[in-house]
Every structure is written in C-alpha cells, then in structure tokens.
C-alpha cells in the first residue's frame, strides 16, 4: 500500500485502503471503533448526545418510544422544527453572511446565496404559500429543476409546517398525476422549464398536462428560468417572481418558524416498492434532523470550511438528506449544478470542482462509469486539489469504477466514502468514516449504533461470504414512521418477513471481518442508473398504451447503468409489431413516466411466465434472459 499510510490497527482481508495518518488525526472520528463501541453501549445516550448538538424549542422527554413497534417515535415531547436548525440558528451568528448555496446553472449563470440571503427568499417565499392558505399538515407539491428556488420552496414549506412532496423533475405525465392526486397538494410549485444536456425540459407543460387528468389545486405557482412561453391559466397559475415582488411580499422578509412537535410530518417522498402504485415514505421534524446531521457530519467529515457537493438531484432522498437539509444544518457552504455532468464537455464536473474548490464530493457509480469511458485526460485537465473526501451511493459501486475514481479525481489521496441507504432509512446506515480501512465495492460497516445483519430465510444470520437478505435489527432516528395514507403496506412491506426486524429489499454479504458488501434489490425495486423504480409503474405504464395488452419488466445488468429495464410486451389481437411500435413505446414511456424508464429493450411475446394464480414470474424471465437456471418452476401455471 502507499507509504503514507499508519501501519494498519489490525489486518483486513483483501484489497484494503488504509487512512493515511493525516485523514486519522484530523478526522472529526478519529478513533471511529471507540465511538461505535459507545454507541452500541448505550443507544439512546448516544443519539440524544447528538441531539444536543442541534437547537430545540423545548427538550424531548423520552429520547425513544418503542411501546408500539414498527411505529417508533424518537425525542418524544421535544418541539422543534428543521428549519430552526438549517436557518434561523445560523443567521443569528456570524454564520449569516456565510455562503450556503453556490449555485451554477446549465448555462453558466451564477447564484450565490448567503445564510442571510437564503433566509430572505426562504421568509419571504412562506409568506407568499401562507397567503395561500397553505400551513401545518397541507401538501405542496413541488416539481421543479435543480435551481435554488426548489431549495427555497423545501424549505419555506418546512418553516410553515405544511408537508412537502417534491417529485423528480426527470418524471412526466403520469407519474406526476399520480403523486399530486394521491398528496392531495393544494399547492404546486413549478418552472417553465430546466434546462438538461442542452435541452429545455418543459416542466410547466408536464404540470398542464398533469392536472388535466386530476381535480385542480388551487394554486401553481411558477419560477421563470427558461424564459420560454408557457401557457398562465388566469386564477390558478402565478409567477414566482411576482408574488415574490408584491410589495406585501418583498418588505416581509420575516416569518415566524412553526413550532412543531418532533413527531410531526415534514415531506413525503414518493418511491417505487414491491408491488403497486409508488408509496409515499414519510418522514418527520426531530429525528430526521438529528440523523441526517450526524450522519453527514462523521461520515464525511465535514468542517466549517468545507465546500460540499452532492450531485444528487433534490428530487430524491439524496437531495432531501444531503443537499438541502443536512449541509444546512451543519452550517456548510454547498455547490449545486443544474445539468449535465458531459455538457458541453465531459468535463463539467471537473470545471466545477476547480472553480468553486469543492473539498468533498458525493457521487453516484452510474456517473463516474458514465465519465470514464471518456478517458482520465478530462480530469487530468483540472486541479482538483481542493478536494479531500469523496463519496458514492445509490448502487454497488463496482470495484473498476472505484479504483479510477480514487485514482483519477482522488488522487490516491483522497478516502471514498460508500454509503449504502433507502428512501426510507432517510440517514447513511452502513458506511465508512474516512479513518476506516476500506475496501472498494463494500460501505463497510453499518454506522454508530446502527445494527445490520444478513439473514437467511428462516432468519438465521449467514455464514460470512454468504448471501442473505439485509435487515437492520434497531431503529435509528431518521427512519421512516410509517407510509402516508397506509400504515398496513408499511408494517407488511418493512416489518413482516421477519417480526421486530426492519427488511432492506436487499440481497448482501458480510465477510470475515465484518464488512457489508450490498449485492442488489431482491424485490421488484429496479435500480436504472441508480434511479429507483418499480416493475409495477412501468408495467401499467406499458399497458397503458393501446397496442398492448400485458407487460413484464425487469432489470437486466448493463455495463453504465449498472442495472437496465427490459420490457416483454403482448400486444393486443391485429396490433402490428415491428420497429416502429418499439420507438412508439418508448416515446410513451418518457412521456408517460419519464426519460429514464425507456426501456432498454422491447421484445413481443405470445406469452408471459405466471403463477396459477396469475402472477408474473419475474425470476423466469430474468433468468431466461441471463442463460440461467429457472429454478423452481413447480408454480408456473403451463
Ligand atoms: C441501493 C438511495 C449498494 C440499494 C439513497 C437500496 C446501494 C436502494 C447503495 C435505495 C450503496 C443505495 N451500495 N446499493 N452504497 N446505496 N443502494 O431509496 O439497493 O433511491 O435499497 O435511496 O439503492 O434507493 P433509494
């Protein structure tokens, strides 16, 4: 290994990178085993040790109830709201006039946003929802591109109370139809458009088209940024910058933060499961703030002078955990882009980095498999000594992509941070701290006071190297409560293969010195360029197109997105099938869900794998497809 690196604390087996004794000694976690010692010593101390970190209104009383399991509360009696601890703290110290957004735009516009500035906007744009009517409890939608106005409406939501649902500006039609009607969202809050790879993305046409097929919200308020013509029905859309310039609004640059309980809702996020219709995970004030904050702060490190960018989109629990909410209530300074990562050149993230200095930077294993085919020149380019730490989640990362990761943008000198969470574990749950030993391809171990286990069917833990399902054996203070609108689907979906045990959907390895190596879904879940999507919603999706009858999807490895959708298709009886009809399918899937649920692939079949009770079997065609064994086929109907 490299010569700067401390004689290692023990030996590990395989490829292992051990911390350099610089990244140890100024490391936030020096001794990271010490801590998880504690941690697993006394789990409720430990947690309301880190709460204490944060600001509240009024202390919590219990720091964990768990009289009515799987519904856990945490810092129960304590009233606080996110937005105390993102915002209204900092502005009242020197933190103020600290930067906490740099944003860049596709096109090269700048934004910069101080403590104070983003306050402002933040004030300022709950009034304007407030005058609405919008406050504690109510839904807002927001459905916008990777501009700080969505930061600014996340969190101006927060401060009254109301629950935000953001959904992904990637999705389209049906998929935001879907989540605006089962919210309930009086309110929704758009752009004319985001501009992505060159192109404009015309969200405002997407939201018309959208409420077309649902009883109205009230309000649509709508962010110029493209410029382009958009269609204002007179009574139900407004322009953001307007309302944000009635003189009521622009001299009320105060609002009072809601004082919440800590149990109270803060956003639903919508994601794909197992069966049906996406679900809409729910989190709350307490302690998600507290969970996202720790989580943030160990793992990467992160200092006062930090530069942090999550590539991330907010769209997703990445961007609600670790772009808008956590990095703020560490007081950080966060770079955000709105495009993409190969415009105009591959280098754009390289640029970035440079520009702005960024010193740790999270990100995905699809996008560096995505910007190493274009060769290490692109980065070789840059100086990208800034940086310190690096990160990636969303996928396995596969130990090529890795090492040219480390080597090309980290430089050898720089830890990589995997970190393996859900939607719905809302935190970091099994991941390193950079004075950890690490090996590529595993997030080594489950974080302070986190405890996780590979089990086999009959709940026994595996041997090591053996493959198991993922569990997590205690709760953890940003965890989901429950599922909105349906506590059944959550208690079954979570909490019944193994009773008292929290179910990942993961298949995973632990090996011989206790590392996690996360393998993939075990569901019907589809991790596409480690966007999470559900074989139901593409399903019906397909169906939803008047040539075809029935449809099965599946993921099927593929060497960038590390896993890519291929669709079966019958078609109706007469419908012709060729080219044409596969194009046509999916332009239907773009429009319909959106640009990443192209399938890869579309073949007509005469016929699809079911059970005699007529469910699909999807393990049949995967295993088909990849030239497997099909397993136990003593269900299949003929
Ligand atoms: C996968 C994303 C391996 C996993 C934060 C999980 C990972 C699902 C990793 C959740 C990782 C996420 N290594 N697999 N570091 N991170 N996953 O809800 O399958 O969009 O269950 O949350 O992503 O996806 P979600």
Same mark, same amino acid.
């Given at each position: 290994?490299?010569?700067?690196?401390?004689?290692?604390?023990?030996?590990?087996?395989?490829?292992?990178?051990?911390?350099?004794?610089?990244?140890?000694?100024?490391?936030?976690?020096?001794?990271?085993?010490?801590?998880?010692?504690?941690?697993?010593?006394?789990?409720?101390?430990?947690?309301?040790? &880190?709460?204490?970190?944060?600001?509240?209104?009024?202390?919590?009383?219990?720091?964990?109830?768990?009289?009515?399991?799987?519904?856990?509360?945490?810092?129960?009696?304590?009233?606080?709201?996110?937005?105390?601890?993102?915002?209204? &703290?900092?502005?009242?110290?020197?933190?103020?006039?600290?930067?906490?957004?740099?944003?860049? *735009?596709?096109? *090269?516009?700048?934004?910069?946003?101080?403590?104070?500035?983003?306050?402002?906007?933040?004030?300022?744009?709950?009034?304007?929802?407030?005058?609405? *009517?919008?406050?504690?409890?109510? &839904?807002?939608?927001?459905?916008?591109?990777?501009?700080?106005?969505?930061?600014?409406?996340?969190?101006?939501?927060?401060?009254?109370?109301?629950?935000?649902?953001?959904?992904?500006?990637?999705?389209?039609?049906?998929?935001?139809?879907? &989540?605006?009607?089962?919210?309930?969202?009086?309110?929704?809050?758009?752009?004319? *458009?985001?501009?992505?790879?060159?192109?404009?993305?015309?969200?405002?046409?997407?939201?018309?088209?959208?409420?077309?097929?649902?009883?109205?919200?009230?309000?649509?308020?709508?962010?110029?940024?493209?410029?382009?013509?958009?269609n204002m029905e007179a009574g139900r859309d407004y322009w953001y910058h307007e309302l944000m310039n009635l003189p009521l609004t622009r001299n009320s640059m105060k609002c009072e933060t809601e004082v919440m309980d800590a149990e109270d809702p803060l956003f639903i996020l919508y994601t794909s499961g197992t069966t049906g219709k996406p679900k809409a995970v729910l989190h709350t004030h307490g302690g998600y703030q507290v969970g996202i904050y720790a989580t943030l702060k160990d793992v990467f490190d992160l200092k006062e002078e930090d530069r942090w960018w999550c590539t991330a989109d907010p769209g997703w629990i990445t961007g609600h955990s670790y772009i808008v909410y956590a990095p703020l209530i560490a007081g950080a300074t966060s770079v955000m882009y709105e495009g993409a990562p190969t415009y105009p050149f591959p280098d754009r993230w390289w640029t970035i980095i440079e520009k702005y200095g960024v010193s740790v930077f999270y990100s995905t294993p699809t996008a560096i498999r995505g910007l190493m085919r274009f060769g290490a020149s692109w980065p070789n380019r840059h100086d990208l000594s800034s940086l310190r730490i690096l990160g990636s989640v969303g996928e396995p990362i596969n130990p090529e992509a890795w090492r040219w990761f480390h080597k090309n943008i980290g430089k050898e000198r720089c830890p990589i941070m995997d970190t393996w969470w859900q939607t719905e574990t809302g935190m970091f749950m099994i991941a390193p701290t950079p004075a950890m030993p690490l090996k590529p391809g595993s997030g080594t171990k489950p974080y302070f006071g986190v405890q996780a286990d590979v089990l086999?069917?009959?709940?026994?833990?595996?041997?090591?190297?053996?493959?198991?399902?993922?569990?997590?054996?205690?709760?953890?203070?940003a965890m989901l409560r429950t599922i909105y609108k349906d506590p059944d689907r959550y208690m079954k979906t979570y909490w019944s293969k193994y009773p008292g045990l929290y179910l990942a959907g993961d298949s995973a390895r632990k090996d011989e010195d206790g590392y996690f190596w996360v393998i993939g879904r075990v569901d019907d879940v589809i991790k596409v360029s480690g966007y999470r999507l559900g074989t139901a919603e593409l399903e019906s999706a397909l169906v939803s197109h008047p040539a075809i009858a029935e449809a099965a999807v599946i993921g099927l490895p593929h060497e960038i997105k590390g896993v890519a959708i291929h669709a079966y298709v019958i078609t109706k009886a007469g419908v012709e099938t060729g080219e044409t009809l596969v194009e046509e399918l999916k332009r239907h899937m773009a429009h319909e869900v959106g640009p990443i649920a192209k399938p890869e692939k579309i073949e007509f079949v005469s016929s699809l794998p079911k059970t005699r009770s007529g469910k699909i079997m999807r393990r049949v065609l995967k295993a088909r497809a990849l030239g497997m064994a099909e397993g136990d086929l003593s269900t299949l109907e003929d």
């Open positions: 290994m490299e010569e700067q690196q401390t004689s290692p604390p023990q030996t590990l087996h395989g490829e292992v990178y051990y911390p350099s004794a610089e990244t140890v000694t100024q490391a936030n976690i020096p001794d990271p085993e010490a801590v998880r010692c504690e941690a697993e010593a006394d789990l409720t101390g430990y947690w309301a040790r &880190r709460a204490g970190e944060l600001e509240w209104y009024r202390k919590w009383d219990t720091v964990l109830d768990e009289s009515n399991p799987p519904f856990y509360k945490w810092f129960v009696g304590g009233k606080t709201n996110i937005v105390a601890n993102a915002l209204d &703290r900092h502005v009242r110290t020197w933190r103020r006039n600290k930067l906490a957004l740099i944003w860049e *735009g596709e096109k *090269g516009d700048l934004k910069t946003y101080s403590y104070h500035a983003l306050n402002r906007e933040v004030c300022k744009f709950a009034n304007v929802l407030k005058s609405m *009517g919008t406050g504690k409890g109510d &839904r807002v939608t927001i459905y916008m591109p990777r501009i700080p106005e969505t930061v600014i409406a996340m969190l101006a939501t927060a401060k009254l109370g109301a629950i935000h649902s953001v959904v992904y500006g990637g999705f389209s039609v049906e998929a935001l139809h879907g &989540r605006i009607e089962d919210s309930e969202s009086k309110v929704i809050v758009t752009a004319d *458009g985001g501009y992505m790879n060159g192109k404009v993305v015309e969200l405002k046409k997407i939201v018309d088209e959208a409420l077309q097929r649902t009883a109205a919200p009230e309000n649509v308020v709508v962010v110029k940024h493209t410029g382009r013509e958009v086999d069917e009959h709940g026994n833990s595996v041997k090591p190297g053996e493959e198991g399902f993922l569990v997590l054996k205690r709760p953890w203070p």
